[in-house]
C-alpha cells in the first residue's frame, strides 16, 4: 500500500505557474501509474494527468494540455505537475493518485483506476 503527499500548492495570480510534487512511500512506486485529479467547490473530481511507470506515456486533459506537465522521478518516489499560465477557473484542490499496475489504458483518466489517495493541496488563482 502506498502513502501519497501532494506540496506546492498556493496562491498565485492569473498568467503564473506551480509546481506540484507528490511525494510516495510504502509501496513500490515504479510500479504504479500515477495521476493528478482536481476538485473545485461544489464540482467533481476531474482528470488533469497521468503519467505511466517508467515516464514515457502522459495523457492530459483539453483543460489543461499545453499548459501542464506531468512527470516523475523514480529514484525519488516523486511525481510532479509543473502548471502554467494559470487561470482564475484552474482554482481547485489537487490530488495525486496511485494506480496499481503498469498497463496503460483508457481508463487511466478514470478516478475508479487509481486505488490510492493523497488529502490533497489547494490552488487559487486570482484574477
Known amino acids: 500500500q502506498v502513502q501519497l503527499v501532494e506540496s506546492g500548492g498556493g496562491l498565485v495570480q492569473a498568467g503564473g505557474a506551480l509546481r506540484l510534487s507528490c511525494a510516495a512511500s510504502?509501496?513500490?512506486?515504479?510500479?504504479?501509474?500515477m495521476g493528478w485529479f482536481r476538485q473545485a467547490p461544489g464540482k467533481e473530481r476531474e482528470f488533469v494527468a497521468a503519467?505511466?511507470?517508467?515516464?514515457?506515456?502522459?495523457d492530459y486533459s483539453d483543460f489543461v494540455k499545453g499548459r501542464c506537465t506531468i512527470s516523475r522521478d523514480n529514484a525519488k518516489n516523486t511525481v510532479y505537475l509543473q502548471m502554467s499560465s494559470l487561470k482564475s477557473e484552474d482554482t481547485a484542490v489537487y490530488y495525486c493518485?496511485?494506480?496499481?499496475?503498469?498497463?496503460?489504458?483508457?481508463?487511466?483518466?478514470?478516478?475508479?483506476?487509481?486505488?490510492?489517495w493523497g488529502q490533497g493541496t489547494q490552488v487559487t488563482v486570482s484574477s
Open positions: 493518485a496511485a494506480a496499481s499496475g503498469r498497463l496503460w489504458t483508457i481508463s487511466t483518466r478514470a478516478r475508479a483506476r487509481y486505488e490510492f
Open positions: 510504502g509501496g513500490f512506486f515504479s510500479s504504479y501509474t
Open positions: 503519467v505511466n511507470w517508467s515516464g514515457d506515456i502522459t
